[in-house]
């Protein structure tokens, strides 16, 4: 999407399931190398114990990178690898956890697999944004999001498709869709209920031999505005229009020059190298010489290679 890092320093977890924080750590250290200037702030919900919560999970995912955070030291600024956390209380009920630059974000609890799931609506210019994270059909939702812009809520695959695609039990598969997740109809049910300008139904593999059922599954029950999500699909909201296209996306890119001056690193703070893996190296001085000569030359710098 060629969004500088800068940009992205501020993530919001409906809940810990690992396909909602999978991708955290790489946007996190990523973030370091690829010129993000900023600590990474994180807002989350607590859970029914400390050990369930947010804040539980950012402090063990420092731990498990820590050999990670020691290689960056000293060779890239390492501004980026501070971690701002916001643990809130799940059971919090449409109260403000975000407000900063005209735009309010306000949690609600979602119902999900345990306690500590919770759902965001964001409001901006007039404008809301309802997001629901996981969760099986709740009365904050309904309360709270009504008469949204644009409402995405999870629209899981029916039953059927779990047991033929993905050879669930079929005990089990009626649990998942039905119990914990948000089934195509029930998702209708709820659209239906809150009247947005734009339903989105997510969380779903929209594939050319799912798309058909789980549309007519929706449309057994809402019949208002509805799209089915798929990546880089974009929304274009003003007061007058919602409208609805792909991004255009180049895969083969690199990471975006930050938005403020990249900052050096501060060589003191390199930890280094043991005495015994020193002993391993083999330096060729000739072409350390080379790139150093080149570099300096091209930038009108004036660094020396190490001894």
């Known amino acids: 999407m060629k969004i500088p890092y800068d940009y992205l320093d501020k993530v919001f977890l409906g809940h810990l399931h690992a396909d909602h924080i999978g991708d955290l750590d790489a946007l996190w250290i990523g973030g370091v190398i690829s010129n993000r200037q900023r600590k990474l702030r994180v807002w989350g919900p607590s859970g029914a114990d400390s050990t369930l919560g947010t804040a539980y999970m950012i402090?063990?995912?420092?731990?498990?990178?820590?050999?990670?955070?020691?290689?960056?030291?000293?060779?890239?600024n390492t501004l980026?690898?501070?971690?701002?956390?916001?643990?809130?209380?799940?059971?919090?009920?449409?109260?403000?956890?975000?407000?900063?630059d005209g735009v309010t974000i306000r949690t609600?609890?979602?119902?999900?697999?345990?306690?500590?799931?919770?759902?965001?609506?964001?409001?901006?210019?007039?404008?809301?944004?309802?997001?629901?994270?996981?969760?099986?059909?709740?009365?904050?939702?309904?309360?709270?999001?009504?008469?949204?812009?644009?409402?995405?809520?999870?629209?899981?695959?029916?039953?059927?498709?779990?047991?033929?695609?993905?050879?669930?039990?079929?005990?089990?598969?009626?649990?998942?869709?039905?119990?914990?997740?948000?089934?195509?109809?029930?998702?209708?049910?709820?659209m239906s209920t809150?009247?947005?300008?734009?339903?989105?139904?997510?969380h779903v593999f929209n594939d050319f031999d799912t798309q058909p059922q789980i549309i007519e599954e929706v449309r057994k029950t809402y019949d208002g505005p509805f799209e089915l999500a798929v990546d880089y699909m974009v929304f274009n909201v003003t007061k007058d229009s919602i409208r609805v296209r792909m991004a255009a996306v180049d895969e083969d890119i690199w990471p975006l020059p930050s938005v403020t001056k990249k900052?050096?690193?501060?060589?003191?703070?390199?930890?280094?190298?043991?005495?015994?893996v020193t002993s391993g190296r083999v330096v060729f001085e000739d072409v350390i010489k080379f790139y150093y000569d080149q570099t300096n030359q091209m930038f009108g710098t004036d660094f020396k290679p190490p001894q």
């Open 263 to 276: 900052l050096a690193a501060n060589p003191a703070d390199r930890i280094g190298f043991s005495d015994f």
């Open 59 to 76: 402090d063990r995912m420092k731990e498990m990178y820590a050999w990670d955070m020691a290689s960056r030291q000293g060779n890239v």
């Open 194 to 202: 809150i009247k947005p300008r734009m339903a989105v139904g997510y």
């Open 80 to 100: 980026g690898l501070e971690i701002e956390v916001n643990q809130f209380d799940y059971r919090l009920v449409n109260e403000i956890i975000y407000q900063e």
């Open 108 to 190: 609600i609890p979602a119902i999900h697999a345990v306690d500590g799931s919770v759902s965001f609506i964001l409001t901006w210019n007039g404008l809301k944004f309802a997001f629901s994270s996981d969760t099986y059909p709740n009365k904050w939702w309904m309360e709270h999001t009504k008469d949204s812009d644009l409402a995405i809520h999870e629209c899981f695959a029916p039953p059927s498709i779990m047991v033929n695609k993905q050879r669930f039990a079929v005990g089990d598969a009626l649990n998942v869709a039905t119990q914990v997740h948000t089934s195509p109809a029930m998702f209708g049910k709820v």
